[in-house]
């Protein structure tokens, strides 16, 4: 019986997918006229364009355009995509889509360049970024299109999002409403492929294994046979057998991936990382922008809220610059309507509410004069609570900052400790790392942001420190920041500081309960984050620690919106590895790229917590 319902259950989610999907696909065919065009940049160079016009031609259209490295896909002018716009509302609303394959990628000429660095005073036609593409394909479709209102848009997520970034500098007059959702920003500190310094070796190697492969020349993605084949059923062990980082080239990768060495020769915050950051040139911005992004987004979380700091920091007051964080994964805005994310229900349909009630009268306001802009400066959603807020500022102003300090015996308050001498040892072990999640993974999963932590707690080289219940409601808004005292009998170590919401034992089990999840005593994940020690100082310069020697490790975590409800506590765990998501460290200060498997050894770790060394985790309470 229980197999028969679970076949009707898929049988009619395909069906009515299926459906949905060919009625879209039907609409943009009744309604849109697709043109392919080469638009020549001012170099020369030629970037392959797919255009689609209303077929109702009675009135003046604004422009939607994406600029992205995964295709422009379907190629050829009777070959329609099955929806326009990142959702169908656009595409009824009425819009001129524009889809570009950026520079070098897929049948656009030129070389490719991964996260393009901005070049702020150009001195000929010869010095291009993603800006001066951006402008030179508006100014050709205002110019060229019929029926356009002369107005543009820009959106896009990830990758994309970066591109929907980059046309800010320098942005074409007729750029008016930009939306860098989840944006690509920085792949040294926080997105994608490293975090504060510690390799993301999962989400890179699996990456770069497809999209770090070079075509040979303009090429459709049907044609191109030359991703790097590998096979793992089990992450943890594949990650584990693979060993020390040469490893990866010597037995994957080869000589093929250019962005892979590129790495692995700078190991450090040098120029090639900083080069790569567009958010020291988001300054001095005309259009509209409105930046978007997912607190639970295993990719571009730190995206998001750092690119709207920047607009915010670097442009006067009156710039329209508006954020909205939801409980959502990597793109779940436009993914389903919202309301279910692992094991987590958020009460409401989140993400349709965004799409018609944020998004959409952010471009009619903007590019179609329709509406009113009644959009706060924050929209965010607070789980726990499951409620959106409007702020005027993010992170709001209306806070307390306090410290939830570590105690003896696992205890954590936020009353600062008062004995003289107090500290938790255990041992970590670069062989045996702590898992980044419980159970079996093929692939690294996009539910381990909010995903039950009780596996981890149960290892010794996992410390951890939690609440008494609590007596009411503690909302936290804003900014986490982990401050350790340590000391390690190695000279180097990774720190992983996780925030998590405990569920009361008596927490009734959820109706329907497919997945037989027990929430009783369920340890949500809330905010986790990894720092590699020998940059506790600078990105730049690393630094060994000296061995015994209590140290301070503090960092920044990516901001929260979180209620913990009255009846739960608060949790931080405490641990040295989060395998295989990220990379292992040797524990011992060297150039972990070009580590021996050799080099990986046990240390001792200590985490005081002591009136002279107040080990803690610093959030802010919204009052």
Known sequence: MKKLLLFLGVTVWYTCTFAQTSQDSSYIRDHYTKMEKYITMRDGKRLFTSIYLPKDQSKKYPIMMTRTPYTVAPYGENAYKRTLGQNMLFAKEGFIFVYQDVRGRWMSEGDFVDVRPDIDNKKSNKEVDESSDTYDTIDWLIKNLPNN????????????????????????????????????????????????????????????????????????????????????????????????????????????VKFWDNMMAHPNYDSFWKGMNIRPHLKNITPATMVVGGFFDAEDCFGALHVFEALEKQNPSSHPNMLVMGPWFHGGWERGDGQYFGDQNF???????????????????????????????????????????????????????????????????????????????????????????????????????????????????????????????????GPVVADLFSSITGTDADYVVKLIDVFPDSYPEPKPNPKNVTMAGYEMLVRG???????????????????????????????????????????????????????????????????????????????????????????????
């Open 347 to 477: 009460g409401s349909k989140t993400s349709a509410w965004f799409r018609e009630n944020v998004e959409l009268p952010f471009f009619l306001y903007y590019l179609k004069d329709e509406g009113t802009m009644a959009l706060p400066k924050a929209t965010i959603f607070v789980s726990g609570s499951n409620e959106w807020k409007k702020f005027n500022e993010w992170p709001p102003k209306n806070t307390v900052e306090k410290t939830l300090y570590f105690h003896t015996n696992g205890k954590l308050s936020f009353d600062e400790p008062k004995t003289t001498s107090s500290f938790d040892e255990y041992v970590s072990d670069p062989n045996s790392p702590v898992p980044y999640q419980g159970g079996v993974q093929a692939h690294r999963t996009r539910e381990y942001m909010l995903d039950d932590q009780r596996f981890a707690g149960r290892r010794p080289d996992v410390k951890v420190y939690q609440t008494d219940t609590l007596k009411e409601d503690v909302t936290l808004t």
């Open 149 to 256: 209102n002369g107005k543009v848009g820009i959106e896009g997520i990830s990758y994309p999002g970066f591109y929907s970034t980059a046309s800010l500098p320098n942005a074409h007059p007729a750029l008016k409403a930009v939306s860098p959702q989840a944006p690509v920003t920085d792949w040294f500190i926080g997105d994608d492929f490293h975090h504060n310094g510690a390799l993301f070796q999962m989400d890179a190697f699996a990456f770069l294994t497809s999209f770090g492969v070079p075509r040979p020349k303009p090429i459709t993605p049907a044609e191109f046979k030359n991703g790097i084949k590998y096979t793992e059923s089990d992450n943890y062990k594949f990650y584990l057998g693979l060993g020390a980082l040469p490893n990866f080239k010597m037995n994957y990768l080869g000589d093929s």
């Open 529 to 623: 984050e990894i720092f590699r020690g020998k940059f506790r100082n600078s990105f730049e310069k690393p630094e060994p620690f000296i061995p015994g020697k209590v140290t301070e490790i503090k960092y920044h975590l990516p901001d929260v919106a979180h209620t913990f409800k009255k009846g739960h506590r608060i949790m931080i765990q405490v641990q040295n590895s989060w395998f295989p998501l990220a990379d292992r460290n040797p524990q011992k200060f060297e150039d972990i790229y070009h580590a021996k498997d050799s080099d990986f050894q046990k240390a001792t770790i200590r985490i005081y917590h002591d009136t002279q060394n107040k080990s803690g985790v610093k959030v802010t309470v919204l009052e």
